[in-house]
């Protein structure tokens, strides 16, 4: 059988993938470090320029930091609502809105954003939101995105 038996995971429990989606809608990171594996792979797909939540953090600390210290620096978010979760197994999927106040000027931002998740042990080892980065920018940027003449839509 070799390693075959450390590589299977069980199923995350549907009352913890709910617990978690409550504790990270609070923003308060007491409450989502309960959730977060040691080892915690997180990424957050976005425009880092714009966003400096987005990009890759390792570990339970650095995820600890990015709801401590990062997002509150960019935006205070208001509101987080889940449209829709599916489960399957080990991993967990959701569409999300957010809705805040860019920290710097006040600007109301709302945008949706997707999450891929996988869990051990009923903690996330592996996060995946990608936002809808174009609505959110023009959003941050207070004004539309002009767009090169060759690349717009025809």
Not at 33 to 53: H, K, S, T
Not at 105 to 116: D, E, L, Q, V
Not at 122 to 148: C, T, W, Y
Request: with cysteine; charged share 25%.
């Amino acid at each position: 059988m070799g390693n075959k038996g450390k590589d299977m995971t069980s199923p995350v429990d549907r009352r913890v993938v709910h617990a978690f989606y409550e504790a990270w809608a609070s923003r308060d990171a007491a409450k989502i470090a309960p959730f977060l594996d040691d080892d915690v792979e997180w990424m957050i797909v976005g425009p880092v320029d714009l966003f400096q939540f987005c990009g890759p953090r390792h570990g339970k600390a650095a995820v600890i930091d990015l709801f401590q210290n990062v997002i509150p620096s960019v935006m205070l978010v208001e509101r987080c609502t889940n449209d829709i979760v599916l489960i399957d197994g080990d991993r967990a999927a959701s569409l999300n809105r957010l809705t805040g106040e860019q920290a710097a000027n006040g600007r109301t931002i709302s945008y949706r954003t997707a999450h891929f998740m996988r869990f051990r042990d009923n903690k996330v080892v592996e996060f995946r939101s990608i936002i809808d980065s174009f609505d959110a920018a023009e959003q941050m940027l207070g004004h539309p995105i002009e767009l090169v003449p060759e690349l717009a839509p025809v």
